[in-house]
């Protein structure tokens, strides 16, 4: 692994993100609170630009007790959604909505000292 500053805490505002290239290899950087979540800009779909994509909360269906919709409603957890197909993965796991071995390659990323960094592939 190859550590890597890319930038200071107050550079990240929270619930922001950001798209960054080191040496041609794109990470797709999120703050969320004080937690950041970063992913090789790829879907494992077909190769498309997975990070650039909106991020909208899971919507979920309220079911009755006779299991008739009551509606639909927003859950909490935030998804990306890829711009080529609309493949969906969750935000802080990078997991697939539907299958959870189908995933985004997670880069760590932490803050020291208010500096944030990502530990790249070597």
Known sequence: MTE???????????????IIDIDGF???VFRRGTTF????????????PVCQGKILHRV???????????GLRFAPEE???CPWHGVEFDLKT??????????LRAIPARVQADEVYLDLPG
Do not use: M, W
């Open 37 to 48: 979540y970063a992913y090789e800009n790829r879907c494992p779909h077909y190769g498309g």
């Open 94 to 103: 990078g997991r697939h909505a539907g299958h959870s071995h189908y995933r």
């Open 26 to 28: 794109e990470v797709g």
């Open 4 to 18: 890597t500053l890319i930038g200071t805490l107050k550079e990240f505002p929270d619930g922001d993100y950001r």
């Open 79 to 81: 998804h990306i959604i």
């Open 60 to 70: 979920e269906e309220r079911l009755g007790d006779d299991q008739s919709s009551r």
